[in-house]
């Protein structure tokens, strides 16, 4: 059973960049696609970002264009480069497979200030 361990949250200013790690205590080489999604206070997790074994990526509209998905499937290993963070941006940021198949993890804490 893959574990998921998220990392690389914190403060940002507006305008600032944040890269986001996803540990995976298993192989993740096997999985097809894996995802970055995210929660706010008050609001449903959403999908913010895909990436297949292939590379193919796939975005949330509203982060398109500043947010880039990787991964390293040596180090079992989910990135996000999250540039021109936006105050909207703030949320725990969560990875796990998409579909979701796995336990959620902690999270990472995104906050975003002026």
């Known amino acids: 059973q893959v574990q998921l361990v998220e990392s690389g949250g914190g403060l940002v200013q507006a305008g600032g960049s944040l890269r986001l790690s996803c540990a995976a205590s298993g192989i993740i080489s096997s999985i097809n696609a894996m995802g970055w999604y995210r929660q706010a206070p008050g609001k449903q997790r959403e999908l913010v970002a895909t990436i297949t074994s292939s590379g193919s990526t796939n975005y949330l509209d509203s982060v398109k264009g500043r947010f880039t998905i990787s991964r390293d499937n040596a180090k079992n290993t989910v990135y996000l480069q999250m540039n021109s963070l936006k105050f909207e941006d703030a949320a725990v940021y969560y990875c796990?497979?998409?579909?979701?198949?796995?336990?959620w993890g902690q999270g990472t804490q995104v906050t975003v200030s002026s």
């Open positions: 796990n497979t998409d579909p979701v198949a796995r336990p």
